[in-house]
């Protein structure tokens, strides 16, 4: 068995990895740098395409399986969960193979959505698998399984993917954490790690996003109460109370929808990325809060309805684009008077995120905040959990699977090389625990 880490091993994003055994091999997400899509934007490029991102170096690096001739063997393109840094360079790069691209209900609406919304149209069959089942895929000369588990993140339907083959079962880890207590949906799937535990798991690709944090990532409903303790410190007159936050959580939407109503607003979401995501929630039957709201995404409608909050603000709950302070976002294009509403002293703008630790990132947060304060709005920032597990999540899930071999994943090596600390607690060899880094590969 050989896996290579094609994106994803280098950088927070990008996440691609191969799984070859003998003449066949499984690509395991497709995913976009999001800094460098971001970097695209306040170029002002309105449209990509596959050469444009790779000179970005938006697209993982998957030029190396056509040296390494493995390319043409690819049976199989399996997507963990919906989230751009692993789904969005699939419309890109899918057509370079020959095999299915296969995912969760959900992650494969978004995909959906995705290439609708960037008319793009790929060759590859789409195929659907409901979480907690499994489907079969042919190759040369053996016939393997790919276990789709439903594993908590911040999107639903997330999967974590255990491949089946005759050297064993490998288990793809990108993104999780072990929420107990959902807000939306059932706990991790923890009896099908425990048989996969006990059939014997040849390797796990996990995610080490978060490993030097010596916590357990608290649970959604921690996310919740905080959102309501916010809501209930507002002042509920004449202000306006504008939310962001991450658009395909859907169980953070919910929450802010239920809590909104209550302080008896009319709600807006505002923004094609929300409208994307809460489309595809809604067309798995998880958003029933969508006939609660009203959703703006054309230049006209997003003009109007701001016209009606600037005149009636204390009428209004607003959800939109621009946690991160992307250029072009909802938050950003208000925050330049770009757009027919002005922050004033004392209105409430609720980030129900965190800044993803990335330099450019950081910088356009750092600066849309200090444009808004200046109007005197009140910030309420970092009211959110992690969708990541922390070190205790992550030993939890080491411990239960009991793989012969630890890859960590998702990350710069400074966000790896914990789990190699972890993985020595547990009693790994150097041996049994594997630090790549982009274009590497391990023969196990």
């Known amino acids: 068995m050989e896996i290579y880490a094609i994106g994803g091993y ?12 003998g003449d066949d091999a499984f690509i395991f997400d497709m995913g976009l740098y999001m800094p460098a899509v971001v970097e695209l934007q306040e170029e002002d490029v309105k449209e990509y395409n596959e050469k444009i991102l790779r000179r970005k170096g938006a697209l993982p690096d998957d030029l190396i399986l056509d040296k390494l001739g493995i390319r043409d063997k690819v049976r199989a393109i399996f997507l963990s969960h919906g989230h751009l840094d692993h789904i969005g360079a699939t419309p890109y790069i899918s057509y370079r193979y020959k095999a299915p691209v296969i995912g969760s209900p959900m992650t494969m609406t978004v995909l959906k959505r995705i290439m609708d919304d960037e008319r793009k149209q790929i060759p590859n069959k789409i195929k659907t698998v409901q979480v907690n089942s499994s489907i079969k895929i042919k190759g040369k000369n053996s016939e393997y399984t790919a276990e789709f588990i439903h594993m908590t993140h911040s999107i639903p339907h997330t999967t974590m993917i255990a491949l089946h083959t005759k050297e064993g079962a ?16 059932n706990p991790p799937n923890y009896a099908a790690l425990k048989r996969l535990s006990k059939e014997g798991v040849k390797a796990i690709i996990a995610d080490s996003l978060y490993c030097s944090h010596k916590i357990k990532t608290p649970s959604e409903r921690v996310a919740r109460n905080m959102l309501h303790e916010v809501f209930s410190t507002v002042r509920n007159d004449r202000t306006g109370i504008f939310v962001t936050t991450f658009s395909s959580h859907i169980a953070r939407l919910q929450s802010i929808v239920e809590f909104g109503k209550k302080i008896d607003r009319k709600i807006l979401f505002l923004g094609r990325s929300l409208n994307r995501y809460v489309s595809a929630a809604r067309a798995n039957n998880l958003a029933e809060f969508r006939k609660d709201i009203e959703l703006k995404t054309y230049r006209n ?29 909802i938050l950003d294009r208000i925050s330049k008077n770009e757009l027919p509403f002005q922050f004033r002293k004392n209105d409430n703008l609720v980030f129900s995120s965190k800044t993803i630790p990335v330099p450019v990132n950081i910088k356009n947060k750092e600066i849309m905040d200090r444009r808004i304060e200046k109007f005197g709005t009140r910030l309420f920032d970092e009211v959110h959990v992690s969708g990541h597990g922390g070190k205790e999540d992550i030993r939890d899930l080491i411990t239960m699977v009991n793989p012969q071999n630890v890859i960590p994943s998702h990350g710069p090596v400074q966000m790896l090389k914990p789990m190699e600390e972890l993985a020595a607690e547990l009693g790994y060899s150097k041996k049994q625990y594997h630090l790549l880094s982009n274009s590497h590969k391990i023969e196990i």
Do not use: W
Request: with cysteine; proline share 4%; net charge neutral.
């Open 170 to 185: 490998v288990i793809y880890g990108n993104d999780f954490k072990l929420d107990n207590t959902p807000v939306m949906g």
């Open 301 to 329: 409608q997003l003009h109007s309805a701001l016209r009606k909050v600037e005149a009636e603000r204390e009428k209004y709950l607003v959800v939109c684009t621009g946690h991160q302070g992307e250029p072009g976002s």
């Open 10 to 21: 280098s950088e927070v994003g990008r996440n691609m990895t191969v799984v070859k055994v």
